[in-house]
């Protein structure tokens, strides 16, 4: 009765042990399909175990891992091409554009009636638009395909501000009773590039002078570890906004949307923002807009003089 006895916990002894080797197989299997679902790895699972069943799934599996990476592997090539494409053609739109524009502005108007000069004019102001919109969206094809060149100098903020802010005064003006600008007047140097940099800023501005009223403010907070500049506006009563979806491509809040803008200066001024290495983040308090443009020191050779 004895060896009966062993034969039995023999047979225990067996039933646990490949048990415990099928728990742990599972449970690799498991790890694996995770890590291709989360996109941190294509490999294939591996054939472990003799279960002709198991075996089985896990073919079945790398089929459909298999017929995944090919499908990831041609929606990466098209997304390229449709990048490069978009690209190419926003650049030969700009060339036919830019003549336009310079035989309109050579026309002899001495000799025009009113008539036609107020048509002329209405052309050429469309003219620029349309201009400007395809150099939006030839800027934003070249940052998706990765083709966005970077080139740095040494740049101080605040000049640049002060720079755009003279440039767009008389739209500030017009858009704001009320227009402060609050910059300390030390000289911060940075080593970045100077023209994103402006880009962003003119965006900013662009956008307070066009969805903003009443109120335009622009200060510095100048912190340890960081530069973070405020540009805020009031908005108008009446205007429904998303604040969570400013920075997306071709968003516009309730009524900015029957003004003329693309949609795209501060999608722009976002991933312009990433390139440099800078956070740009937004906030809505009561009727008041706010954006903050945050340059961390650690990040950049940052010299006060």
Same mark, same amino acid.
């Given at each position: ?151 740095? %100098? ?69 912190? %340890? ?81």
């Amino acid at each position: 009765m004895i060896w009966i006895l062993y034969i039995s916990i023999g047979i225990n002894l067996l039933l646990i042990l490949a048990w415990i080797f099928y728990y742990r197989e599972l449970k690799d299997m498991i790890l694996q399909v995770k890590a291709i679902k989360q996109g941190n790895s294509r490999a294939p699972l591996k054939r472990v175990g003799v279960s002709k069943r198991h075996l089985q799934l896990v073919e079945e599996v790398n089929e459909l891992v298999d017929s995944f990476n090919q499908t990831s592997k041609e929606n990466k090539r098209m997304a390229k091409q449709s990048k490069e494409m978009i690209a190419s053609i926003s650049h030969d739109f700009r060339t036919p554009l830019t003549s336009m524009i310079g035989y309109i502005q050579m026309m002899d108007t001495s000799e025009m009636s009113a008539r036609d000069l107020k048509y002329l004019t209405i052309i050429e102001e469309r003219t620029q638009l349309i201009s400007s919109l395809i150099d939006e969206f030839y800027l934003l094809s070249l940052l998706d395909a990765n083709d966005y060149k970077i080139q740095e %100098e040494a740049v101080n903020p605040i000049t640049l501000i002060q720079e755009q802010v003279a440039q767009y005064y008389e739209e500030l003006t017009a858009a704001f009773e009320d227009i402060n600008i609050d910059l300390t007047e030390e000289r911060i140097v940075l080593q970045t590039s100077r023209i994103d940099l402006e880009r962003i800023i003119q965006n900013l501005i662009k956008n307070a002078f066009t969805h903003g009223t009443q109120y335009f403010h622009i200060r510095l907070e100048k912190q %340890e570890e960081r530069l973070r500049f405020v540009f805020e506006n009031k908005i108008l009563e009446d205007q429904k906004m998303d604040i969570t979806r400013l920075f997306d491509r071709n968003y516009q809040s309730e009524p900015a949307r029957q003004r003329e803008s693309s949609g795209l200066g501060l999608a722009i001024a976002k991933q312009l923002s990433e390139k440099l290495n800078f956070s740009l983040n937004t906030q809505l308090q009561g009727d008041l807009l706010q954006f903050y443009l945050d340059i961390y020191l650690d990040s950049w050779k940052i010299r006060n003089f």
